[in-house]
């Protein structure tokens, strides 16, 4: 069974469009976050969310919105899409604030702008 | 805040043979973590490790939270372990979840 699912696994979209990713996990983890690993592999935190509720916004555009419609999913909102936004996106999840244990991730999804 | 870094960088080794892999972290940690990024992008978790030695399998890690280090071991290594392994750890000072750059393992037959 997948612990932390995303979806879609690629997305392909030209500049200027809107699309969301969607995680979920099934862990019954009370923090979910949005990593953002770049073309030179380095993977950078962008959004925590314990229980619903935002507890760590890194410096990203407020083009990235993130939505927790309950503690299982978080997904990411991205406006305005731009070149630099391809990456891979990870979403993760742990059984409580800022790993004080083990943090689980889903596959990823490669953004790929155009 | 923690400034997180692996060495080496990269490295190729010959199937069967052994290697360890480093991480040391600027200031003491009470969290520690080792990924291993497969070929095709999976993350998947080795091991939760803020301090002492687990093993598992050929995979064995240990850190040494006073003195800033965290090692992980591959023994008689596989093609299937080729990827790059991330150590990550939490800045408490300003509640950041911290990668290292990685190091990127080759396994070749």
């Known amino acids: 069974d997948t612990a932390v699912s995303q979806t879609p696994k690629y997305l392909v979209t030209q500049m200027g469009n809107d699309k969301s990713i969607k995680c979920e996990q099934n862990l019954g983890h009370d923090t979910m976050y949005w990593y953002k690993q770049d073309s030179k592999k380095f993977l950078k935190i962008m959004f925590s969310y314990n229980n619903k509720e935002l507890i760590i916004n890194e410096t990203v555009p407020n083009r990235f919105s993130p939505k927790s419609p309950d503690k299982a999913h978080l997904n990411l909102h991205i406006n305005s899409l731009e070149l630099g936004d391809s990456a891979v996106y990870f979403c993760?999840?742990?059984?409580?604030?800022?790993?004080?244990?083990?943090?689980?991730f889903g596959q990823g999804t490669r953004l790929t702008v155009v | 805040g923690i400034q997180v870094e692996q060495s080496p960088p990269d490295l190729i080794l010959q199937e069967g043979a052994n290697s360890t892999l480093r991480c040391n972290f600027s200031?003491?940690?009470?969290?520690l973590q080792w990924f291993h990024q497969n070929p095709w992008g999976q993350l998947i978790n080795l091991f939760y490790?803020?301090?002492g030695t687990k093993q598992n399998g050929r995979l064995s890690a240990t850190t040494v939270a006073t003195e800033r280090y965290s090692l992980l071991y591959i023994s008689s290594s596989q093609t299937t372990d080729s990827g790059v392994y991330f150590c990550?750890?939490?800045?408490?000072?300003?509640?950041?979840?911290?990668f290292g750059p990685g190091t990127s393992l080759s396994v070749i037959p």
């Open positions: 990550a750890t939490v800045d408490t000072s300003y509640d950041k979840v911290i």
């Open positions: 490790i803020p301090s």
């Open positions: 993760a999840s742990s059984p409580s604030g800022v790993w004080n244990t083990e943090a689980f």
């Open positions: 200031d003491s940690v009470n969290n």
